[in-house]
């Protein structure tokens, strides 16, 4: 017998996960809970063009493997923001031209829509010229771990569980990261709150 909902009603995300395999309907309030979260990370990542299909890839994967979710190495929301981040790797080479775009060209000139437009204004003003440039010279473990903290809002053990290695490994890269990217904009640190 599945477990119940919790005391206020709604049922635990692992719950939901473990249901949906005899009952793939309720998979469906998974994508409710966190279709805006990863819109956000994603359309940060790699731009708004294609993001409303990267969030599809990313919960059609979520939903084909969910059999094999193993609530022990982390929460359902880690979870999917590591298919999510792999769904990243597999467009990096579009984030990279979209780096080389945004340190070189005003950011009206490359937004079509205005959804464009919003997205690379709220990247502009996060992104100086430096900061690009300096997040485009991190490795791409370190990038990984940028992007998950700073438009994610993942702390260290739902990044170590997203990416599936050691919290003590996440705590290196962000301070590499921070490190690379402090020197990048003249030893100002980007984000203080790291």
Do not use: Q
Not at 67 to 74: C, I, K, L
Not at 78 to 95: C, D, F, K, P, Q
Not at 127 to 134: D, F, M
């Amino acid at each position: 017998m599945a477990a119940p909902p919790d005391a206020c009603g709604v049922m635990e995300d692992h719950t939901v996960v473990e249901r949906s395999c005899d009952e793939p309907d309720l998979f469906a309030l998974l994508y409710d809970r966190y279709f805006c979260d990863l819109y956000r990370y994603l359309a940060a990542r790699l731009g708004s063009e294609h993001t409303e299909d990267l969030v599809a890839d990313t919960f059609l994967i979520a939903f084909n493997s969910r059999s094999a979710y193993d609530p022990a190495r982390g929460a359902v929301r880690s979870w999917l923001y590591g298919i999510a981040t792999n769904v990243v790797a597999r467009h990096r080479r579009r984030e990279g031209r979209r780096l080389n775009a945004l340190s070189k060209v005003a950011p009206e000139a490359t937004a079509e829509g205005h959804e464009d437009r919003v997205a690379t204004r709220l990247a502009a003003r996060a992104c100086r010229p430096e900061l690009v440039r300096g997040m485009k010279e991190l490795s791409v473990g370190d990038r990984d771990v940028v992007f998950l903290m700073v438009f994610g809002g993942l702390g260290y053990e739902e990044i170590a569980a997203a990416l599936d290695i050691p919290v003590g490994t996440v705590g290196s890269r962000a301070n590499r990261a921070r490190r690379k990217l402090r020197s990048a904009l003249g030893d100002v640190n980007p984000m203080k709150e790291w």
